[in-house]
């Protein structure tokens, strides 16, 4: 075609005109042979007519082969359509290229320009400069481990000589058009930006259109920096964990970011229940983690702390007063009312309540539910869950009395974690055992077990995972057992020795009964 309706002749196609016109209202093509006859006779242009029969072939073939497809399908046997196989849409969030770790400028230097994947481990805003020669860069990581540690956990000298990242770093950090994942962990210095710094960063973030994945854990972002995450756009997947530089202010700055699917505050001390309870309100969010919010784990840093530490530190500690500290029945409350909440995690919290779970009931796209360590240890509220959840972790006082309502009201359970439930006898232990559902089974430190429990793991033989650590009536002679009678059991955790486990595997039948 050219401007307007008017037809260009030397690409008209007559021969799919007059094909549909046959098929579709019984309209006869004329002679083609004729009709370039007639056209050498009157002298007409030759080479334009070979194009148009070229064209003309290649519209045929097409025009038939469009005609055998719908009447193949048309023949197709009905019954035996939905079993022709569909290959899935792979999602390219989650086709992350493998990682390179360097730890110097001239490891960095000695990247190829096609990297795609890199982990830098305690650089400083030299050597992140160096890295803007990649281009293709899809996933950075940058980590500075000595201030990665909390609560309890091992600490990790810092270097002599810390060459701590800084904020000086972020316009080379944003710099990378490609990038689709950015985590920062530990660099506690990066996070806290001037007010020129702080709009560059917000500009960065906008010119950044495929990051999906933003991480800034074990570090203090000011509520002002996260009031500017939802510049990016296409953000996903959030992890603000171990991160006490911001409270409510920015806690309510996250319900601007209306993509989110998975966000973690988990360990973020300062953050309240009254906090808390809007998040709900996430329009996307199918993935929440507000673990460990206990006033335990604190974030550590490895590093003498500055002053400006010291006074980040001091206003996050007054806001985790332990008075409605983490998430607690207004929490769970909301969260019963999340359109598209799959997995939550609250486990160590101090005021989740078997009435606030009860609430929560109320979310029945819930399929992952966490609250390992929960002090309420009454049953009442798993009778209230959706029916359909898949994944539930518990543990300390639950009893008898858990397990048969787990094993009454949840009929698509896959994977229970009962570790450390010292009230839980052979009699619970064997009800959820005994689950057709059940695939993966964590019964790790169970005291109030013996070793006739063993029968009932026995009998379980829809199991394909089990963990049996630290429960000290198993020997080399159950596990054994265990891995040649359960047919689908393809990964035991176990106390028992290695070699122990191979000698008792290499006898003879006969002496193992």
């Known amino acids: 075609m050219t401007n307007g309706d008017e037809r260009d002749p030397l690409h008209d196609d007559p021969v799919l005109e007059w094909s549909l016109h046959e098929r579709l209202g019984g309209e006869r093509p004329p002679d083609l042979l004729a009709g370039v006859q007639a056209r050498l006779r009157a002298g007409g242009p030759v080479r334009p007519v070979a194009a148009r029969a070229a064209n003309a072939w290649l519209a045929a073939a097409v025009v038939l082969f469009g005609l055998g497809v719908v009447f193949g399908v048309a023949l197709w046997p009905e019954g035996s359509r939905g079993e022709v196989p569909i290959a899935p849409v792979q999602d390219p969030s989650t086709a992350e290229p493998k990682l390179v770790t360097v730890f110097t400028l001239a490891e960095i230097e000695a990247l190829p320009l096609t990297t795609r994947g890199v982990e830098a481990q305690m650089v400083d805003d030299a050597e992140i400069r160096a890295l803007t020669r990649l281009r293709d860069l899809e996933v950075l990581v940058v980590r500075e481990p000595y201030n990665e540690t909390f609560g ?135 993935e929440l983690d507000l673990s460990l919010i206990d006033g335990i784990n604190w974030r550590n840093n490895g590093a003498v702390m500055s002053d400006d530490d010291r006074a980040i530190f001091e206003r996050a500690r007054r806001f985790a007063d332990k008075i409605g500290m983490g998430p607690g029945e207004a929490t769970l409350h909301a969260l019963g009312a999340a359109p598209k909440l799959r997995v939550l995690d609250v486990s160590s919290s101090h005021y989740v309540t078997a009435a606030g779970l009860r609430e929560l009931g109320a979310c029945r796209t819930l399929r992952e539910l966490n ?143």
């Open 152 to 286: 309890m956990g091992l600490k990790m000298t810092a270097p002599a000589a810390p060459r701590p990242l800084t904020a000086a770093a972020w316009p080379h950090l944003l710099s990378f058009k490609k990038l689709r994942r950015l985590e920062l962990s530990g660099t506690v210095r990066a996070g806290q930006l001037d007010k020129a710094q702080l709009a560059g960063f917000a500009e960065g973030l906008e010119s950044l259109p495929l990051l999906e994945s933003l991480t800034l854990r074990c570090m203090d972002t000011s509520d002002e920096l996260v009031a500017v995450l939802a510049k990016a756009r296409s953000l996903r997947r959030l992890d603000l964990s171990f991160n006490h530089g911001f409270v409510d202010e920015g806690a309510a700055a996250l319900l601007a970011c209306r993509t989110l699917r998975s966000l973690s505050l988990r360990g973020c001390q300062q953050l309240q229940d009254r906090v808390l309870a809007p998040l709900a309100a996430l329009p996307e969010l199918e």
């Open 371 to 513: 609250v390992f360590g929960v002090r309420d240890h009454s049953p009442d509220w798993v009778a209230a869950m959706p029916p359909e959840l898949e994944r539930l972790e518990v543990c300390c006082e639950h009893t008898d009395d858990f397990c048969a309502a787990v094993a009454e009201h949840l009929k698509h359970l896959r994977h229970l974690t009962i570790a450390a439930c010292y009230q839980i006898t052979d009699r619970g232990l064997a009800a959820v055992a005994a689950m057709p559902s059940l695939r993966v089974l964590d019964m790790r430190q169970m005291r109030g077990l013996t070793v006739a429990c063993i029968d009932s793991l026995l009998a379980a033989k829809q199991l394909e995972e089990l963990d049996v650590r630290h429960c000290d009536f198993v020997t080399a002679k159950h596990v054994a057992r265990l891995k040649r009678l359960l047919p689908k059991l393809r990964k035991i955790e176990t106390s028992v020795e290695a070699a122990a486990i191979e000698q008792e595997e290499k006898l003879p039948e006969p002496t193992k009964r």
